[in-house]
Nanobody, 117 residues
Framework: QVQLVESGGGLVQPGGSLRLSCAAS????????MGWYRQAPGKERELVAT???????SSADSVKGRFTISGDNIKKTVYLEMNSLKPEDTAVYYC???????????WGKGTLVTVSS
């Protein structure tokens, strides 16, 4: 059994910052990739940022320069530092992990981020 637990969501004003955390636990041999996706009301889930076990990161064009993904392999934790938040960043943010050996997908339950004045 593998669990991903997110934390750090909430209400923030435009231009503000938030930091999301996601901790993985359970029967984990190795995490190949961890990352963040988001789903806004009425829209499909989209990739925000990912980080491989070797530390390689990638992010969506819409968040480049504003969001930073980082992680701790030992703690099996991934973070998303979000700065200069915009109302269009409002969404439920989901943690994702792809585990060895077959890149099996696991999802957290999500944490709501609301950017509003």
């Amino acid at each position: 059994q593998v669990q991903l637990v997110e934390s750090g969501g909430g209400l923030v004003q435009p231009g503000g910052s938030l930091r999301l955390s996601c901790a993985a636990s359970g029967s984990i041999y190795r995490i190949n990739v961890m990352g963040w996706y988001r789903q806004a009301p009425g829209k499909e889930r989209e990739l925000v940022a990912t980080m491989t076990s070797s530390g390689r990161t990638s992010s969506a064009d819409s968040v480049k320069g504003r969001f930073t993904i980082s992680g701790d392999n030992i703690k099996k934790t991934v973070y998303l530092e979000m700065n200069s938040l915009k109302p269009e960043d409002t969404a439920v943010y989901y943690c994702n992990a792809k585990l060895a050996p077959n890149f099996v997908n696991y999802w957290g339950k999500g944490t709501l981020v609301t950017v509003s004045s």
